[in-house]
């Protein structure tokens, strides 16, 4: 009997001992900071967080999130983007986005023009409206680049063999091979749009 008592014993303290570890295990991991509070940086006098989720900054009050980091992007200006589309969005009153319906980065082309669409109007007052190249059975507006004016530019996006940027007379047509590159592009618009890569 003495066994068996012994033996309960050393199971109820190696419980115990198991159970302290787990909460104290947890309790340090939220106080000493694996929370994941993020390391921070400044870039061109912005202070970035960078975590699990990626890279975050405040622009004139505004929040940002980015995957890739500024430094990332700094160098590859002129492969994704110029000054000049992006001062074409910039000097608009109104700005047409569009892509093809069935395009395969719909979903992800809809989440750029979403996010942009809320910046546009947050930061510089400047209204848009998403639309198809092509018709479809829904409401959506038909826009291509015949939508320029003088007050109107159009952001045309679309997947192709290549990523690049053009700008024609008010239209930036931004093309990208893959999902990667619509994000390096979405992101190194942002950080040129305000001002955040010089």
Known sequence: MARRREGTNWSLAMVIFI???????????IWIGGSDQGTTFKYNDYK???DFSGYHTKADG????FVYSPQ?????TQDFLNRSSINAVKGSLFVYMTSEMNDT?????ASFEYQLSQLLEKKFTIFSQTGFTNETVSNIPVVDCRNVSSRISVLYLYSSDNTKTELNNGCVEISFIDKQDLAKTQDLFLYLLFGIIK
């Open 19 to 29: 159970v302290f570890v787990m909460v104290f295990s947890t309790i340090g991991y």
């Open 48 to 50: 970035f967080t960078r």
């Open 62 to 65: 505004i929040q940002l999130d």
């Open 72 to 76: 990332e992007l700094e160098n590859t």
């Open 105 to 109: 980065y719909r979903e992800d082309i």
